[in-house]
């Protein structure tokens, strides 16, 4: 029988009265306050933020847009392989700022330079901006490297979650046909990677789990807004090929997006390569924003992610 996580439930259900009463005193859901919303949760239930040796802003200049990075360097005497980190939040929210205790973690578990992307976004700035910054990047990053002098091994990885996952997603497609940029390994924490919302998972989980499925609707609905193809710019509905990157995909029971992960899994695997699926069957989407909650669940992630990362 299908449940969400006992250290989940109280928390959640504090969470929808709050969303019932804000709604029938009229609340609107704009830019502002999807950030402050996300930006609050984390700030309030990732408390623990690791110490990590070398932290450094930079840009990745040259494209169409300035994209800051911030480079977090867990040894930086040593030489280590490199992991770009796409932030979550629908293509609205997140920042480098909110995700700065996930991707000390991340850094410190795997031993990978983590260099954490600040990519445009909606609604000042709509579709492909964000797509066009991530794999700006993905093709840049040695340039930050070199600029603050770092030692790193030329090996690159690309992970994120949610609407960052997305990124990885949209980044490992297009990479397959440029013969200029490698990218060994790909991660995907719960992704959103169907703009069309075609899948099971999305009437499944559509309330109650905090992320709604009314809510990924508005998000893409600020994202899109040139009246573009969603079916075409969903990764889900991309190009499979063996050149896509070995893949880690973790997914959450009572996510909308859970069956987008699963489905990207069969389709990678399909066109032969070599994917690693873990799969919560209690928890729900945004959990890794929530650590004080699931300890031990976030603990697992990133134990899993460096385990992939360093066979």
Known sequence: MRAVSPKLVPWLANFNQQMEQLLASGFKATATNAREGLANLTKGLVTDIPAIAQVQDEVVAGGEYAVPVRIYHPAPEQALPVMIYY????????????????????????????????????????????????????????????????????????AGDSGGGALVASVTERAQFDASLIIEKQVMIYPSLDYTMSTNG??????????????????????????????????????????????????????????????YCDKAQSAGVEVEHLHFDDMIHTFINMEDLVKEECQQVYAAIADFLNK
């Not at 964000?130 to 093709?139: M, P, Q, R, S, T």
């Not at 893409?220 to 079916?231: I, L, M, S, T, V």
């Not at 990764?235 to 880690?248: I, M, N, R, S, Y």
């Open 87 to 158: 932030h979550g939040g629908g293509h609205m929210a997140g920042s480098v700022t909110v995700y700065d205790p996930i991707c000390r973690k991340l850094a410190n578990a795997t031993q990978y330079i983590v260099v954490s992307v600040d990519y445009r976004l909606a609604p000042e700035c709509a579709y492909p901006a964000g797509v066009n910054d991530a794999y700006h990047v993905a093709k840049n990053v040695w340039s930050a490297l070199d600029m603050r002098q770092l030692n790193y091994q030329r090996r690159l990885v690309v």
């Open 202 to 263: 999305i009437t499944d989980n559509a309330t109650g789990y905090l992320l709604q499925t009314a809510k990924i609707g508005w998000y893409f609905d600020n994202y899109f807004q040139h009246a573009e193809n969603r079916y075409l710019a969903s990764p889900l509905f991309g190009q499979f090929t063996a050149k896509l990157p070995t893949t880690l995909m973790i997914t959450a029971e009572f996510c909308p997006l859970r069956d987008e992960g699963i489905i």
